[in-house]
């Protein structure tokens, strides 16, 4: 069927109102593999602790795409100047990469396995340097097979000459990206995209408030700084105006980690699903994200889980979903765990013996200093350039989240907390 | 705390011993320089920024080090910046002592890393790891290319840097037989 490649679209957004498409996005969102994202859900099984997490990643593509759009016009806006001077932009060449730039937002996550994160434990291993593919893999990869057409054959692309692998490459980080690289930290960074969207949308749709920030404020403050002596290149940061909100994007992830995504409750989901996951799938791994590995892993979506799930194929943990009996905590280490709270997991975990079914680490630093400390521009500070960790006592004093969390069967609860006690008064 | 992340702490810990004042872009690139020019097997996971070479995982394992106590980290202001300098701290003995074998399998290469790349700034530093990735992807597309032909395609994610000057970081990377990718120019064939 043909459209007229000029013509806009507009879809419903919860978060950000009407989302803004042309017919070259369009074409691309049509495309399978993307429609697929509408079958895997943002937070995996979070809905047996919030009901109403039942939203996808096709609606946070979307928005991911919407809010990288207007955090790039921001910095165009703002700091043209910079852009132009260190990395040689033109008009023409800010268009262009205004483009790629919304593409890899839309499509950094099409490479996601079933219930997003939960199941990437089940990635198969590199066959070069032993680390795990991860989602940016398979998303790269889809990019470059399924997605290439529909990318690189609309009319619109007349006016860019985009590959396929300019997209891959800005997700991917591959110098195939060139100077485009510098909007990388838009798609992936401790200020991205990807996180403005994901912390209002899940906290719009679990019903808390703990991942609200300013939106509009932050996006706003957003520019280009230029070189400095520590830094060969312009790095996206933020007026001195905004650092409150780029404070509060920090805090709000802070507070969606700790009473979200690492409740105790959904992390036992996490638990149940990784093991049911791992009966499904051939081999208990995803296929590879290569040739026709890639078309089989496309085949793995949230209804097919739970459709094999509801046949009572994948076992012990299957049940455990559908009957909601989950593992329960037993222990959980503090947050920040010191070498005495590392001794006590040891002895609990020795106390407990064979009653522990599983030990999930809760590992997530929440704020980077170094080449991704958000550098924030002041008119009267000396010097004129500092990075927020200096701004903010907050988050200066922020440290890695490195906590620990024991599980044992509900059955067995009793009979656990009973050698706790004993396993205490025996200290 | 698995065996791979003792290490990688303990690593991070030598590194700081062994480099006064050690900013955080050179913990990375001497990082990225271990695992990809020495085969040190750290298990980081690089990709490619303008910054150059980045795995925001050196940084967690720098956070855990540091509230470890094996290593303190400092904010240095500037005119017109600010930096970073990483020491030892007072438990840098302990938190070594946690991948102890790593590093004396690793010695030499720690201290290879130091010698070749420890007295460059954070900007040759961004750029010499940025020519060795280059180099690296292109040898794993099985592209041949010259010095030259190498130095421009590092241009092209790194136009702030005149392109004489990247050919002659090319070219002293090419001395020090780092890169895999090169041929001889189109003349010396």
Same mark, same amino acid.
């Given at each position: ?45 979070? /809905? ?80 070069? &340097? ?76 679990? &019903? ?103 046949? &009572? ?56 200093? &170094? ?40 059955? /067995? ?15 | ?33 271990? +695992? ?79 010698? +070749? ?50 050919? +002659? ?21």
């Amino acid at each position: 069927m043909t459209t007229d490649p000029h013509r806009k679209y507009e879809i419903r957004c919860p978060v950000h109102g009407f989302i803004q498409i042309d017919d070259w996005e369009r074409q691309i969102i049509d495309q399978p593999a993307f429609q697929r994202l509408r079958r895997i859900r943002q937070l995996a099984f979070t /809905d047996l602790l919030y009901p109403a997490a039942m939203h996808t990643r096709f609606e946070h593509s979307l928005g991911v795409m919407h809010v990288a759009s207007l955090v790039y016009d921001s910095i165009v806006q703002k700091s043209r100047e910079v852009l132009e001077e260190h990395l040689t932009y033109t008009k023409e060449g800010l268009d262009r990469d205004r483009r790629l730039v919304r593409l890899a937002a839309l499509l950094h996550d099409v490479g996601h396995a079933p219930f997003s994160h939960s199941s990437e434990d089940l990635f198969p291993d590199r066959e070069r &340097g032993g680390k795990k593919f991860a989602h940016d893999d398979y998303s790269a990869a889809i990019i470059r097979t399924e997605l290439r057409s529909a990318i690189e054959d609309h009319p619109l692309n007349e006016n860019t000459g985009f590959d396929a692998d300019n997209v891959a490459a800005l997700i991917e980080g591959s110098a195939a990206a060139k100077r485009a690289l510098f909007w990388r930290d838009l798609i992936n960074g401790q200020m991205d995209a990807d996180r403005m969207d994901y912390l209002i949308r899940d906290s719009h749709h679990i &019903g808390v408030q703990y991942g609200k920030f300013d939106l509009s404020r932050l996006i706003s403050s957003v520019i280009a700084i230029a070189p400095d002596r520590e830094n060969s290149q312009p790095r996206p940061g933020i007026e001195e105006g905004g650092w409150h909100a780029a404070e509060a994007l920090v805090l709000a992830r802070y507070f969606m980690f700790t009473q979200v995504y690492f409740h105790k409750t959904r992390v036992a989901y996490d638990i149940h699903l990784r093991e049911a996951m791992k009966t499904l799938l051939p081999g208990g791994r995803f296929p590879k994200p290569t040739g026709t590995e890639l078309k089989e892993f496309l085949k793995w979506d949230d209804w097919r889980v739970l459709g094999l799930i509801g046949k &009572g194929k994948a076992g012990e943990h299957g049940r455990r979903i559908i009957e909601r009996n989950h593992y329960r905590e037993i222990h959980h280490t503090p947050e920040v765990c010191s070498d005495k709270d590392l001794r006590e997991l040891k002895a609990k975990r020795i106390s407990l013996g064979n009653l522990v079914v599983a030990e999930e680490p809760a590992k997530k630093s929440w704020y980077k200093t &170094g080449n991704t400390d958000i550098p924030v521009l002041s008119k009267v500070r000396r010097p004129q350039v500092q990075p927020l960790s200096r701004y903010s006592m907050a988050i200066e004093g922020m440290k890695e989240n490195n906590q620990v969390l024991l599980y044992v069967d509900g059955a /067995d609860s009793e009979e656990a907390e009973k050698r706790i006690r004993k396993g205490r008064q025996q200290k | 705390m698995s065996d791979n992340q003792s290490a990688r702490l303990a690593t991070l810990v030598a590194l700081a011993e062994k480099q006064p004042r050690l900013g955080r872009t050179a913990v990375m690139k001497l990082c990225y320089f271990l +695992q990809t020019l020495r085969k040190v097997p750290l298990g980081y996971r690089f990709t490619l920024y303008s910054y150059g070479p980045f795995d925001a995982s050196v940084l967690s394992d720098l956070s855990s080090a540091e509230a470890l106590g094996g290593v303190e980290s400092k904010t240095v202001l500037y005119s017109g910046g600010y930096g970073y300098e990483i020491s030892p701290a007072g438990r840098s003995r302990s938190v070594k002592s946690l991948g102890s074998g790593f590093i004396k399998k690793h010695a030499s290469d720690l201290q290879w890393v130091v010698e +070749q790349f420890g007295n460059f700034g954070s900007a040759d530093l961004e750029l010499l790891s940025t020519i060795v990735y280059v180099d690296r992807e292109s040898a794993q597309a099985k592209a041949r290319r010259t010095p030259d032909e190498l130095a421009e395609k590092v241009h092209e994610v790194k136009p702030h840097f005149n392109q004489p000057y990247v050919r +002659q970081k090319v070219a002293q990377l090419q001395e020090l037989k780092m890169l895999r990718s090169l041929r001889a120019t189109s003349g010396n064939r």
